[in-house]
């Protein structure tokens, strides 16, 4: 009996060194509070120029070298430009340009409510109401001020 408890005791005292060295190594080993954020810098700037070396380094593998006047011209193909480049160009595009995104974004917020409806709370369909009625408002508000008309 004596000799059962002596080797739990050992047994005990060597798991718990185990232990003690396996914490040692855990502080030794723990990585700086930035490591994180530079791999993932490092990783967002690689995704990026990745793309562009790859593509650079096949244009110089793969494409042909022509330079000429013909190849270095403003235009490589079609009729060169006469006149002034430099035209009015109708606000009334970008206007429709904008009431489209609006009202596109719009759909994106819709459709994660639309899905989810039946388990939502009267204060969700409300907040929703909210943001249509605003949208409504902005679309009455473009058509009242012309916005809307097409010239």
């Known amino acids: 009996m004596i000799a059962v408890t002596v080797n739990c005791v050992f047994e005990r005292v060597a798991s718990q060194k185990f232990a003690n060295h396996i914490l040692d190594f855990w502080m030794i080993m723990q990585p700086h509070p930035w490591l ?45 430009s006469k006149g002034d480049a430099w035209i009015q160009f109708g606000a009334s595009y970008y206007l429709y340009a904008i ?25 969700a369909c409300i907040a929703m109401l909210v943001f249509l009625l605003l949208l409504v408002e902005g679309l009455i508000w473009a058509g009242q001020k012309g916005v809307l008309t097409w010239v």
């Open 36 to 80: 994180t954020v530079v791999a993932l810098l490092v990783g967002a700037i690689a995704f990026g120029f990745t793309p562009l070396a790859l593509a650079w380094i096949w244009a110089k593998l793969v494409s042909p070298q022509k330079p000429g006047p013909d190849k270095n011209a403003t235009y490589e193909c079609g009729l060169e």
């Open 99 to 123: 009431i489209f995104l609006v009202f596109d974004v719009e759909a994106v917020f819709l459709l994660p409510f639309a899905v989810a409806f039946t388990g939502l709370s009267a204060g």
